[in-house]
């Protein structure tokens, strides 16, 4: 947890120290699974997924009074991942979209939005989830992309085609 965390006012440190150390393991998997073939522990996400179940059961949505931005963040992106439960990231979509707007990050809810929409074979609203085709990051079917960057706009995010290129910047090709 970095200092802006300690000067926060959050009612559960507690959780917000386990939510770090949940991501901490997430994401050393996710960058293992980037630089070894084969390699990805679904056990991870599994497990991550029935922690981030009985923490909402115990005090709803992991919000910004209760666990800080970067807990809340942090339960966010375990849940974005929960993509083997997709009822389990539709019932935390939900729960998201009715706290306030000022206890979560509403980047992060477009982002599990999309993600909902897609595992439920649907065109994603705010282009963020993509797929490689070709040696390209392409974005997954968006519904009415023509005002894309308008509905983006309303969630604080930037361009489509600004996302595209970040997207080459995070998650290089390999090359060979």
């Known amino acids: 947890m970095n200092k802006e965390n300690f000067e926060e006012k959050i009612l559960r440190p507690d959780i917000a120290t386990e939510l770090q150390k949940m991501v901490d393991v997430d994401q050393e998997m996710r960058k293992r699974s980037h630089e070894e073939e084969n390699f990805w522990d679904y056990e991870i996400d599994k497990k991550n997924t029935q922690r981030m179940r009985e923490i909402i059961n115990e005090v709803g949505f992991p919000t910004i009074s209760l666990v800080g931005k970067e807990g ?5 992106l375990l849940i974005q991942h929960a993509d083997r439960d997709i009822e389990f990231q539709r019932e935390c979509l939900r ?44 974005p997954l079917p968006i519904e009415d992309e023509e005002n894309v960057n308008e509905r983006r706009a309303r969630m604080g995010m930037d361009t489509l085609s600004d996302q595209i290129k970040l997207m080459y910047e995070k998650y290089p090709f390999r090359k060979g």
């Open 72 to 76: 809340t963040h942090n339960a966010w």
């Open 95 to 138: 729960l998201m979209k009715e706290v306030s707007r000022d206890e979560v990050d509403v980047t992060d809810l477009a982002y599990l939005e999309d993600r909902v929409r897609i595992n439920s074979k649907q065109p994603q609203l705010y282009g963020t989830q993509f797929t490689q085709e070709g040696g390209k990051h392409v």
